[in-house]
């Protein structure tokens, strides 16, 4: 049986969490600190032993890479699984991770579309429909999308006003019906609203953009 000899134990000097082991006539690894405390230089490990610490550290490293792709912004745990796949990681490992992220609130499917939604509401104004597709996308649960949808306004029309009002101010020097109802439609439409809904927010718009021509007009009349 080969066995390798711990020769040198220091603390990572980017992360005090992180203990960097060297061996004997093997790669240096860093190590959890509450795994490095097990350890002590001279002390000989067998092949398996060198293996758990290889798989801890590979842990390690899963987890530190998750968390911080997870600094960027809320993401959901098929996105995570996902990228940490694509880092090369084992498929025991990506479970592992997600399993300790989950436990500690870290990966929540249910409170992420809820985040996403209350988000895209916020800045970016769309339908039931196309935020539903955003999250299938994701790979959140239906379960989780229906709660989360629940807490949108019943009224579809509001939330295309929304987005309607947002793009109507590019449209503020449009005098034509026609240019105005179609470039509103299409950017409706692209937001996952229905043609009901489209049609009955873009006649609104109109009557109400004809009005606010009108007064910009008599404004420039009266001065």
């Known amino acids: 049986m080969k066995w390798v000899t711990i020769t040198r134990l220091e603390v ?18 860093k190590v959890p600190l509450s795994v490095a405390a097990a350890l002590h230089v001279g002390q ?17 490293r899963a987890l530190d890479l998750a968390l911080r792709y997870l600094a960027y912004r809320s993401r959901s745990t098929a996105e995570v699984v996902r990228y940490l796949r694509e880092k090369g990681f084992p498929e025991h490992t990506v479970e592992h991770v997600t ?5 500690r609130g ?6 992420f579309a809820r985040w996403w939604v209350e988000n895209r509401t916020e ?17 959140v649960p239906d379960a989780c999308i229906e709660e989360a949808l629940a807490a ?11 987005a309607a009002e947002r793009f109507v ?14 470039r509103l ?29 009108g007064e910009a007009r008599r404004h420039r009349d009266i001065r």
């Open 12 to 29: 990572d000097q980017r992360n005090p969490n992180r203990v960097r082991v060297e061996f004997d006539g093997a790669k240096a690894l």
């Open 44 to 60: 000989r490990l067998s092949a398996d032993e060198l293996a758990r610490l290889r798989e801890a550290s590979t842990a390690q």
């Open 99 to 103: 399993a300790w992220l989950t436990e």
């Open 106 to 111: 870290w990966l929540d499917d249910l409170a």
């Open 123 to 139: 800045h970016r104004p769309r339908g039931r429909l196309m935020l539903a597709a955003e999250l299938r996308q994701k790979g």
């Open 152 to 162: 949108l306004p019943d009224d579809e029309e509001e939330l295309a006003r929304r």
């Open 169 to 182: 101010r590019r449209l503020a020097s449009v005098r034509d019906r026609t240019v105005f109802v179609r």
């Open 185 to 213: 439609s299409a950017h409706l439409a692209r937001r996952g609203f229905s043609w009901e809904v489209v049609r009955s927010v873009v006649e609104a718009m109109w009557a109400e953009h004809q009005v606010n021509n």
